[in-house]
């Protein structure tokens, strides 16, 4: 995998090639797309560690390879390699297959940050208390102290062990030029648009 810049564009397509058959046709549905007028696609070919044999990296490289056939056509396009659900334990074995990574920390959710942590989130993210209205929302969101508190209590260790996770991955491969994506939704109830708000702002912390 080469360490170009990365960034994920407006639109963004994820495609699953895990037995390097099926990339070659999924990828001439995104030139299609671009054909149309609809730019910056972004192929990612997507494994996931916790799998078995047909899912080690040496098969999605092989898929990636299938992936970047198409050539000049896929200029307009990013095409990534995906490790699905990577973890501080595993994610080594993807360096060299993969340039996007999803973080998996769902079971880190509910594991009470210090309360100290706690606070200081809650000072940083004073600015945010009050009645917010978010673009694309047909509903005003009210957000109070207690609020984040809760959520910061819930949400907070699952985002510093994301930060360790994409600290690790840019050691080794370099600022910018992975895509990183975080894996918190998998869990036994839906996040609500303020607890998702309150998550990116401490992910941006």
Same mark, same amino acid.
């Given at each position: 995998?080469?360490?170009?810049?990365?960034?994920?564009?407006?639109?963004?397509?994820?495609?699953?090639?895990?037995?390097?058959?099926?990339?070659?046709?999924?990828?001439?549905?995104?030139?299609?797309?671009?054909?149309?007028?609809?730019?910056?696609?972004?192929?990612?070919?997507?494994? =996931?560690?916790?799998?078995?044999?047909?899912?080690?990296?040496?098969?999605?490289?092989?898929?990636?390879?299938?992936?970047?056939?198409?050539?000049?056509?896929?200029?307009?396009?990013?095409?990534?390699?995906?490790?699905?659900?990577?973890?501080?334990?595993?994610?080594?074995?993807?360096?060299?297959?993969?340039?996007?990574?999803?973080?998996?920390?769902?079971?880190?959710?509910?594991?009470?940050?210090? =309360?100290?942590?706690?606070?200081?989130?809650?000072?940083?993210?004073?600015?945010?208390?009050?009645?917010?209205?978010?673009?694309?929302?047909?509903?005003?969101?009210?957000?109070?102290?207690?609020?984040?508190?809760?959520?910061?209590? !819930?949400?907070?260790?699952?985002?510093? !062990?994301?930060?360790?996770?994409?600290?690790?991955?840019?050691?080794?491969?370099?600022?910018?030029?992975?895509?990183?994506?975080?894996?918190?939704? =998998?869990?036994?109830?839906?996040?609500?648009?303020?607890?998702?708000?309150?998550?990116?702002?401490?992910?941006?912390?």
């Amino acid at each position: 995998m080469d360490h170009r810049d990365l960034k994920l564009g407006k639109y963004s397509v994820g495609i699953g090639d895990r037995f390097a058959h099926q990339a070659k046709a999924q990828l001439q549905a995104c030139v299609q797309a671009l054909a149309s007028g609809v730019e910056s696609y972004s192929g990612m070919e997507q494994i =996931e560690p916790r799998a078995r044999h047909h899912r080690l990296p040496a098969c999605l490289d092989a898929a990636s390879r299938q992936c970047r056939r198409p050539g000049a056509q896929l200029e307009a396009a990013v095409v990534s390699a995906n490790a699905d659900h990577i973890t501080l334990q595993t994610f080594g074995r993807f360096l060299d297959a993969c340039d996007y990574y999803t973080i998996d920390v769902a079971e880190f959710i509910g594991q009470p940050a210090p =309360e100290g942590e706690i606070e200081s989130f809650g000072n940083r993210s004073a600015k945010l208390l009050g009645r917010i209205r978010l673009d694309g929302a047909d509903d005003a969101f009210e957000i109070k102290p207690e609020t984040v508190r809760q959520t910061a209590r !819930k949400y907070l260790t699952a985002v510093r !062990k994301a930060g360790e996770v994409y600290r690790a991955i840019r050691a080794v491969k370099g600022e910018g030029k992975f895509i990183p994506e975080i894996s918190m939704d =998998e869990t036994d109830s839906a996040q609500s648009p303020v607890e998702l708000l309150l998550i990116l702002a401490a992910i941006a912390d």
